[in-house]
């Protein structure tokens, strides 16, 4: 499956009718994207919208960032995974992850102690799920969103390669590193176009609030060199700056290509902006800008 070196994050097509949706993935893979990511959350279902997005374009890859593993038992997930890949023939990356405590527990209502082995559990019985339907032409392909050495190997070994959230360019060393050569390392990256520092920072802040009180983030990022510090409500101006990119053009694409330096084979790029809508203009933007 040949996502490309870069591809667009985003929760807002979930916002848009999804007939908008499917428009805005045509017109990203006309502007050059490899793939579209998707979430799940608490909005759309992951391999439904995917088959719904798909419609648009006829290369582009819609990928899910991340299809959780508690929503759905594995014999579901891989029914899906193939319904979708025979439709729409290498064009459907399944990314594949164990969510957050507070989603797994609070929301959902599953045992969350144990999420390493509930990953490798759930691998196996997917591998081994009964399909009696027509087979994808061509093989289905996961990624696993991992963070942390054993997800990592994992990934290496259990699905095509990993798919790193809310990270800065030393993580993807990192995850480089740990993958080895040949697994697909797909690193998200978060933008935002504004010079300003504080109004930049302003609008940073209203994505990194999500993520700065979910364990699985902070004690990653501990391990290159933030500290409690950082882990204010918000993140600390050196978090944000770590993980977002502010600022001009050249600025952000920067950073890009200090994840593409740092062994990112593709960068899966989410414009924060301040309104919901589908930040369009930005999308053609960056288009044009890289490389």
């Known amino acids: 499956m040949d996502i ?38 608490v909005g759309r279902e992951p391999f439904t919208n995917a088959a719904i997005l798909l419609r648009g374009g006829s ?15 594995p014999m579901a997930a891989a029914a899906a995974q193939k319904t979708v890949s025979e439709a729409y023939p290498g064009r459907f990356l399944l990314g594949l992850g164990v969510s957050h405590r507070p989603m797994v527990e609070d929301i959902r209502g599953h045992d969350y102690s144990k999420p390493y082995s509930a990953m490798k559990e759930y691998l196996d019985r997917m591998d081994g799920a009964l399909f009696m339907a027509a087979e994808p032409t061509v093989p289905p392909e996961r990624v696993l969103a991992a963070l ?17 959230y809310f990270v800065p360019p030393e993580h993807t060393a990192f995850a480089r590193a740990t993958l080895g050569d040949g697994p697909l390392l797909a690193v998200e990256q978060a933008v935002v176009f504004e010079s300003d520092s504080t109004k930049a920072r302003e609008l940073a802040r209203t994505h990194t609030s999500i993520y700065t009180g979910l364990p ?17 409500p918000g993140g600390s101006d050196r978090l944000v700056d770590a993980i977002v990119a502010w600022g001009g053009m050249d ?22 902006a301040s309104s919901p809508r589908p930040p369009v203009e930005s999308w053609r933007d960056l288009a044009a800008a890289l490389p």
């Open 148 to 164: 942390r050495p054993r997800m990592l190997r994992l990934a290496a070994e259990r699905a095509s390669g990993a798919h790193p």
């Open 59 to 73: 290369r582009i890859v819609v990928a899910t960032g991340i299809a959780s593993i508690w929503p759905r038992d």
């Open 216 to 232: 699985n983030y902070t004690g990653n990022l501990r391990r290159f060199g933030f500290d409690d510090d950082d882990f204010v």
């Open 251 to 272: 600025t952000i694409l920067d950073r890009i290509q200090a994840h593409r330096d740092a062994g990112a084979d593709h960068v899966c790029i989410q414009v924060v």
């Open 4 to 41: 490309g070196p870069y591809g667009i994050w985003t929760f807002n097509l979930d916002l848009v009718p999804s007939s908008q949706g499917v428009e805005h993935v045509a017109e990203l893979e006309e502007l050059g994207y490899g793939a579209v990511w998707v979430p799940e959350a």
